[in-house]
């Protein structure tokens, strides 16, 4: 085999066992260190609140950052968001260097990757916190997934990849710590 082939051999080897590797380790931390508790639907606890609300802070600071940097980027190079602003400007969308698509192209896909990874954190943190975890696990999951994406997104903007990958790892143990804790307290 080439080394080319090689390397994507082993690349789509890691990529299909990555998400496998996070779930396991998931797993583990739910049984061996915080423990599942079997789940009975209640009210959340006040601590539980105070993990949730610190989570969704953490979260809009997030989607501030973000928000803010996409719109710094467009008024570094000149560039509009809609067909309108477009064409009551003194600017020609043909004229877009490509060092400005490329950076605004990172403020998309940074955008979109958070509001993608939010939306299955919501749904996750809202029914663990309807189930009566073990508070600890709970708190860890929910914050834990709101750092990670705060750090994902601070990596992410400023081009390091590998403490993007370590904080895309974080928030997707979180979001599989939630799950895998629900799961196994529904069959308890």
Not at 137 to 150: D, E, K, P, S
Request: net charge neutral.
């Amino acid at each position: 085999m080439a080394p080319a082939k090689d390397n994507k051999a082993k690349f789509r080897a890691i990529i299909i066992a990555y998400p496998v590797a996070l779930i396991a380790i998931a797993l583990a931390v739910n049984l061996l260190l915080f423990g599942v508790d079997a789940a009975v639907v209640s009210l959340p606890s006040k601590a539980l609140i105070a993990a949730l609300a610190m989570g969704a802070v953490l979260l809009v600071i997030n989607h501030t950052v973000l928000m803010t940097t996409t719109e710094l980027t467009r008024l570094k190079y000149d560039l509009k968001a809609t067909p309108e602003e477009w064409a009551a400007s003194d600017h020609n969308r043909a004229d877009i260097t490509a060092e400005a698509e490329t950076e605004l192209e990172r403020q998309h896909n940074a955008h979109r990757n958070a509001t993608e990874n939010t939306v299955y954190f919501a749904m996750l943190a809202i029914t663990l916190s309807l189930i009566s975890p073990v508070q600890i696990a709970a708190q860890v999951w929910i914050i834990g997934f709101a750092l990670g994406r705060l750090g994902h997104g601070f990596a992410y903007l400023t081009g390091r990849d590998g403490l993007r990958g370590i904080c895309m790892s974080v928030s997707l143990i979180a979001l599989y710590g939630m799950g895998s804790y629900m799961a196994l307290a529904l069959i308890l």
